[in-house]
DNA sequence: CTAGGCCTTCACGCCGACGTCAAGGCAAGC
DNA sequence: GCTTGCCTTGACGTCGGCGTGAAGGCCTAG
């Protein structure tokens, strides 16, 4: 399988996979004339990548997972160094979470605030 | 008050506040030697700035907020302009907690997965 | 023989809120 | 007058996951 194959039935670009080989998550042979030559396993490789970098994770988080994979495991998280990963991330996105429910409530509270200043300043005009 | 001064009593550096005023936020006199010369206002201002960078509003969401104080209201946010930006903000927010809510459900189940299988593994060399 | 469709590497663009350096003017104490 | 420390404008660097060319080689079909 060449980059243009690879690419559309991983749903992504040619440019994308050259990217993530770059930074050590796909692998490739080579054909004679420089070609990439993807084996079938890449392409769960790809998914499990995309996968990761959709729930926030950096390139360099994803390689422990792409190594567990590699390693004939059935999940790329079940290894003890994509656990730490998986524990690290949580912790991180928790925090996220309790930040921005943080926010949520002061938004709230001065969106609250304005609709009443409103409601007095109607009462004066009366 | 000289821009290293409002820099210090607002917490943060002379290059940010030339930055907000690239950006239509702050407001400054010059003197006759070019240097910005500010009012003790723009104190408030800043102040009304740096909260709503760190409520995650970007600086032309910011201007109707800035707009409202210098209209002497008490808070930047009773303002109809500012009313639509909050709200639109908070719109956002709550979507993005979804999203992480989601992720956050998603890493917990992979980490619950990856301790059965070890589990599972222990049971088999027992 | 040629057109166009793959592929290669190199390298800049993007977004946003600044940090940081460069080169210089201005003020004030010794 | 010299140093120190403020200020000025201008312009490039940062981070990350790519997008988007440019310039060129390879392969296949008509």
Redesign the interface.
Known sequence: MLIGELAERAGTSARTLRYYEEHGLVEADRDANGYRRYDEGELRVVHEIRALLA??FGVDDIRPFVACLRAGNS?G??CPD??AV??R??RE??G??DQ??A??D???G??A???E??EIRCLRIR
């Open positions: 729930a926030g999940a998280h079940v994509s656990v998986l524990r991330r949580l996105v928790e996220l979470l921005m429910g926010v949520r002061q938004l709230r001065q969106l605030q304005a609709i200043e409103r």
